[in-house]
C-alpha cells in the first residue's frame, strides 16, 4: 500500500471537510487515487456556491468590498502561456494597465482549481500595483474551466505536489523575464490547498522575496532551513485542523535568519478570506488581506 505524505493526508482531510460542507458530492470526495473508508458519511450540512454557478453580477458571488471586476479601469488581464518541464502552462494574468515596472505576485489556487474568486484575487493584487499571475495547475489537463468540479481536488492530488512546485518555478522565471516586472521583486500567496503549496514552494525556489500562506499546511520542518523569503503563515483560530501545527512551525522558524510572522485571526475558521464560501468573514478576511500588502510592502 502506498504510503500517505503529511500533504497528501491533509488533501484528504480536505476532500472530506468540502463535503461535510456540501462543496463537494461524494463522488468528488472520493477519486481512485484516496483510500475510501468504510464508514458512512454524514450528509452536508450547509452548501457553498460551486465555481461559476454563484448569482450574477460582474464577480461570481463576490461579497467582499474589496472585490475588482473584469474590465476594471485601469487594469489589463490576460490567459498567458509559457514553457515548463517540456509542456506550456497556463495561467491568468493581472497588471497595472499603465505598463510601469514593478513587483509581482504568484497566487496559487485553492483545491478547486483556478476560478472566478482566485481571478478577482489577482485583479486586486493588480489594482495594489502588482502583476500577477494566478496559474491553473491544471493546464495540462486541459485547464480547470474545462473539468468537472467534483474531478478538480482529485486530479490536483493526483499530479502531486512536486509538479505544482516546479510549475511555479516556472511562472518565477517567466514572470521574472517581463518588461513590467522589476527582476527578482517577485512574492507568493496561495489559499488552503494553495498555502501549502506555497509553504513548498518557500521552500524550494530561492529566489521569492517574501510569500503569504493563507491556512496551508506547513512544510516538512527539516526542509524549513532551505526558506529564503520572507514568510508570513495566516491562521483561523477554529480551524484546528491547522493551526494545531503552528507552534512546530513556528519553533522551526525561529531557528532560521528569515524573517517570519505566524497570525492567528480570531474567531474564524478555515477559508475566511474565501469571499463565496459560507465561512468568508468580511472584518478578518479585510484585516487579512491589509497585513498581505503591508507584508509585501515591506519585504518584496
Request: charged share 20%.
Given at each position: 500500500m502506498t ?7 491533509y488533501l484528504?482531510?480536505?476532500f ?7 462543496a463537494?458530492?461524494?463522488v468528488?470526495?472520493?477519486?481512485e487515487?484516496v ?5 458512512p458519511m454524514?450528509?452536508p450540512t450547509s452548501?457553498s456556491p460551486?465555481?461559476?454557478t454563484s448569482p450574477?453580477?460582474s464577480?461570481p458571488g463576490a461579497k ?5 471586476p ?5 487594469l489589463t ?5 509559457f514553457?515548463?518541464?517540456g509542456?506550456?502552462i497556463?495561467g491568468?494574468?493581472a497588471?497595472?494597465?499603465?505598463g510601469a515596472v514593478?513587483?509581482a505576485?504568484?497566487?496559487c489556487h485553492e483545491n478547486?482549481g ?8 489577482a485583479?486586486r493584487y493588480a489594482?495594489a500595483?502588482?502583476a500577477?499571475l494566478?496559474l ?8 480547470t474551466?474545462?473539468?468537472d468540479?467534483d474531478?478538480v481536488?482529485?486530479?490536483?492530488t493526483?499530479a502531486?505536489?512536486q509538479?505544482?512546485v516546479?510549475d511555479?518555478a516556472?511562472?518565477?522565471?517567466y514572470?521574472?523575464a517581463?518588461?513590467f ?8 500567496n496561495?489559499?488552503c ?7 513548498q514552494?518557500?521552500?524550494a525556489?530561492?529566489g521569492?522575496?517574501?510569500t ?7 512544510p516538512?520542518?527539516d526542509k524549513?532551513?532551505a ?7 495566516v491562521?483561523?483560530e477554529?480551524?484546528q485542523?491547522?493551526?494545531r501545527?503552528m ?5 522551526a522558524l ?5 524573517p ?8 474564524v ?6 469571499d ?9 478576511a479585510?484585516?487579512?488581506w ?7 510592502a515591506?519585504y518584496v
Open positions: 504510503q500517505l505524505g503529511k500533504f497528501e493526508k484528504i482531510e480536505e472530506f471537510d468540502d463535503y461535510r460542507a456540501g463537494m458530492t461524494l468528488g470526495c472520493t477519486p487515487e483510500p475510501r473508508s468504510t464508514d454524514p450528509a452548501s460551486a465555481p461559476g450574477a453580477g464577480v467582499s468590498p474589496l472585490s475588482v473584469e474590465g476594471a479601469s485601469g488581464t490576460a490567459t498567458v502561456r514553457p515548463a518541464r509542456t506550456d497556463s491568468y494574468l497588471r497595472p494597465g499603465n514593478g513587483p505576485v504568484l497566487i478547486r483556478l476560478t472566478p474568486h482566485i481571478q478577482d484575487v485583479r489594482k500595483g502588482y500577477a494566478a491553473d495547475l491544471l493546464s495540462r489537463e486541459d485547464g474551466a474545462g473539468m468540479p474531478a481536488p482529485g486530479a490536483l493526483q502531486g505536489a509538479r505544482h516546479s511555479f516556472a511562472a518565477f522565471d514572470l521574472n517581463q518588461d516586472v522589476d527582476e527578482g521583486r517577485i512574492a507568493m496561495g489559499f490547498f494553495g498555502g501549502g503549496i506555497t509553504w514552494a518557500a521552500t525556489i530561492p521569492l522575496k517574501a503569504w500562506a493563507f491556512y496551508g499546511p506547513s516538512d520542518l524549513v532551513p526558506i529564503m523569503a520572507a514568510v508570513f503563515g491562521y483561523a477554529l480551524d485542523r491547522i493551526t501545527a507552534p512546530a512551525l513556528r519553533d525561529a531557528k532560521t535568519a528569515v517570519y510572522e505566524l497570525k492567528v485571526y480570531p474567531g475558521d478555515h477559508a475566511f478570506h474565501n463565496i464560501g459560507e465561512r468568508y468573514n468580511q472584518e478578518q479585510t484585516a487579512a491589509n497585513d498581505t500588502l503591508a507584508w509585501f515591506k
